[in-house]
């Protein structure tokens, strides 16, 4: 089960961080990230992590990183320089046996956390 939190409102150019914990049984072998979906869109690929290898989609890399803490089982989202076009609810993954931008590798997810970027 995964949950994620820290969502929020923030003005341009601001930053937020985002958690996910992830309880029961994980596995560092196992790939975790995150994604996001904003209204009337698909749910789209954000930043993946496993080990020390990480990989970002374009619109946000420089600006976002994500980090993993495998004794505590949490996955984190760092996000920087926010911009009105990150407005979505962002959702945690786990569960990819390698790095994947493909949303249907993850087969857990967590509820999601609103993150609204204002102008």
């Known amino acids: 089960q995964l949950q994620a939190s820290g969502g929020g409102l923030v003005q341009a150019g601001g930053s937020l961080r985002l958690s996910c914990a992830a309880s029961?049984?994980?596995?560092?072998?196992?790939?975790m990230g995150w994604f996001r979906q904003a209204p009337g869109k698909e749910r789209e690929f954000v930043a993946a992590?496993?080990?020390?290898?990480?990989n970002y989609a374009d619109s946000v890399k420089g600006r976002f990183t994500i980090s993993r803490d495998n004794a505590k089982n949490t996955v984190s989202l760092q996000m920087n320089s926010l911009k009105p076009e990150d407005t979505a609810v962002y959702y945690c993954?786990?569960?990819?046996?390698?790095?994947?931008?493909?949303?249907?590798?993850?087969?857990?997810w967590g509820q999601g956390t609103q993150v609204t970027v204002s102008s």
């Open positions: 992590i496993i080990w020390s290898n990480t």
């Open positions: 029961g049984r994980t596995s560092t072998r196992y790939v």
């Open positions: 993954a786990a569960g990819a046996l390698y790095i994947s931008n493909i949303h249907n590798q993850y087969p857990f």
